[in-house]
């Protein structure tokens, strides 16, 4: 009979019984994690290596309802885990028959699976030097190493089964160009390696891939989009760890560490879905947080090339040609067999003089799962710049431009794997003959007017100029109308909007005017020298700060916000509505704003002293704070947040309240900022569900990062973080203790006293 499990595994009863009974008395005597040259582990005397703290187990186990076959591998300890997760395995493709099997590690530093029969079921360490130690470390890594702790020679991390754990790295090597793949088991109960496999792209891109072995071949099944430097642009990933690509003279890998003490792993399902499992200290139950494909349009190119996947209202996948083109085989389509794709209607003129359509031109797609295979051109220094790359070179099918974080990216391949969805940044704009985008009709009629122009020349010129005159005329108008309606719907629009609805929040300055001053882009433009790197303050996932100087001469700060930072016209709204009426001495005060063309812009109270974490983090400033400075600053978020909670009229939930949105005036006292992703509660209203997760890593609580459950309670998690990094003067997310190797939310309230003691007379700070 087997335990029940969280995830797709787990070990038999008769295992678990076998480790915690027959196994006690040589445990509780000589538990150890180290195995030395000439030393074995038996399987018939439930023998095992324990890591030093208890958190993982290597040893024999029976997956599943098997009892007949016997594995050698590693799961987590009892001690942490209600159901003991295997996470590796040694060998996978051939299981022990009966009890009979032992791990040994030889003279020669050899480690060895032999059955009952002294047969060789599995081996690593070839070339290991004598006198090795094999060692399991608290990550979950077997190693075998030189006696002494000396030099790692062989380590189970790099040939992972199907878990990827903290610290594991998924590897491209750079010699072979080989990918490091995780395998999926071939069902729950058989650790053999399944179908489905993930790793990072073996052609050079840095991005993430799932196949699916099909026959011989290995098939594309998802993809994670390429990684900008940030994060990976074709997926929306849980906020529960730090992660990135590193590259060096080894090869290109990704990597991950948990942002708390909660225990994290990703999965390689055997049922083609990658799972990411996270484990709450107080239960020690699992819970799946995430997966990918998360739906039917996550499958890679599930409508073929020119195809666009998208949900329809019982989300169910549905396809559609891009715009300038058909389906290659309309009967398939209309059956839903969409995998043949869909073809141009008319083709590109590019530098054929013989077409008489006119130029091709770019239809611009919004929100999209940006298509595979992409090219980067990360010099291109504008958007115009990039459309003139692709415009001139007639490979060139489609383009997108991000600004700092991805520039410009081409595509001169099929475009393939195409998801529209809101939940994506990126625009991508698709060159088309100019008949598609309905320029046909007016490029006739431009040629019969030059034609017939041609004959009287002089009233060519006449009308020429007076055309010339009424268009000039047109858009100065148009200007005017569109800064008027600007002014209109800012000014007025949004504060009646807000004052018209039942959610109104109280002004501790009466009788002030509530409208908010609308600026030009042209006026944003001059009072910051046109956005002059000099004039830069600071840049993040959003976009750009710099300094400004208003016609009366005000400093201001100008948050020029990027089309990639995910904040789109109502949040963008949110945040002008929320901060011009909230008036209170530790909130930044807004100034103005823009909205024009894609522009959108914030004017805020220029703060000397810029963010908190510009000084508290930075070796050379920090010294500045001393702790009743330190104290203040706490003080002084508190009684700001206490104001969004409960002195409002209505509760506002910050949601993304973290160091770098905590700036400082000129006396060091704090200011809250950055209200995009703010939320109003009603009077009656506790605690909010939302499916899109908005924050910052290591900030975030639990529940908000594994539910989406909001309330006051994920501010004040979001507070206690803060309080500990001021204390402590480290980020959360680079905080480990070297002595216990815990994160700062164990390491802090337990040790808070002696840290404020140490602070108030350390002489640094006095």
Sequence with gaps: MALPSVSHRSITFLSLFLFLSSSLIPISHAATDTLRPGESLSDADAQTLVSA???????????????????????????????????????????????????????????????????LIWSAGASVRPNSTLQLLDEGNLVIQTVGGGAVTWQSFDYP???????????????????????????????????????????????????????????RRWRSGEWNGHKFIGTVMRALYNYGFSYNTEGVYFTYTPHNASLLRFVMQWDGLERTWMQSPETRQWKAVWEQPSDECEVYDKCGAYGSCFLDSQRRARCQCLRGFEPRFADEWAASNWTGGCVRRVQLACNNTGNNTGPDGFWRMDRVK??????WSRNTASEVDCRKVCSSNCSCLAYVYGE?????????????????????????????????????????????????????????????CLLWKYNARRKVNQRQKENLMASSQLSG??????????????????????????????????????FCESNKLGEGGFGYVYKGVLPGGQEVAVKRLSRSSGQGLEEFKNEVILISKLQHRNLVRLLGCCIQAHEKILIYEYLPNKSLDAILFDPLKKDVLDWNRRFNIIEGIARGLLYLHRDSRLRIIHRDLKVSNILLDENMNPKISDFGMARIFGGDENECNTNRVVGTFGYMSPEYAMEGLFSMKSDVYSFGILIMEIIIGQRNSSFRHMENNVSIVRYIPENVKPIIEKLKIDTKLV
């Design 53 to 119: 703290r208890n958190v993982f187990v290597l040893g024999f186990f029976s997956p599943g309802n098997s009892s007949a076959n016997r594995y050698v591998g590693i799961w987590y300890h009892p001690n942490v885990s209600v159901s003991p997760e295997v996470v590796w395995v040694a060998n996978r493709r051939r299981p022990i028959r009966g009890s009979g099997g032992r791990i040994t590690l030889s003279q020669s530093g050899d480690l060895t699976v032999l059955d009952g029969a002294s047969n």
């Design 161 to 219: 089964s199907d878990t990827f754990l903290p610290g594991m790295r998924v590897g491209l090597n750079a010699t072979t160009g080989e990918p490091q793949l995780f395998t999926s088991w071939a069902s729950p109960d058989d650790p053999a390696p399944g179908k489905y496999s993930m790793g990072i792209d073996p052609q050079g891109s840095a991005q993430i891939f799932i196949w699916e072995e099909i026959g011989s071949q290995r098939v």
């Design 370 to 375: 940006l298509p595979d295979h992409a090219i």
């Design 404 to 464: 700092a974080d991805i520039s410009c990216m081409m595509w001169t391949t099929d475009l393939v794997d195409i998801y529209q969805s809101t939940v994506f940044d990126y625009d991508l704009n698709i060159k088309l003959a100019a008949s598609e985008l309905g320029n046909r009709s007016k490029s006739i009629r431009r040629i019969a007017l030059i034609a017939s122009m041609s004959a009287l020349a002089s009233l060519f010129i006449v009308c020429g």
């Design 493 to 530: 629009g949004l504060v009646s909007d807000f004052s018209s609805s039942s959610y109104h929040v109280e002004e501790k300055q009466e009788g002030k005017n509530s409208d908010l001053p609308v600026y030009t882009f042209d006026a944003i433009q001059i009072a910051t020298n046109y």
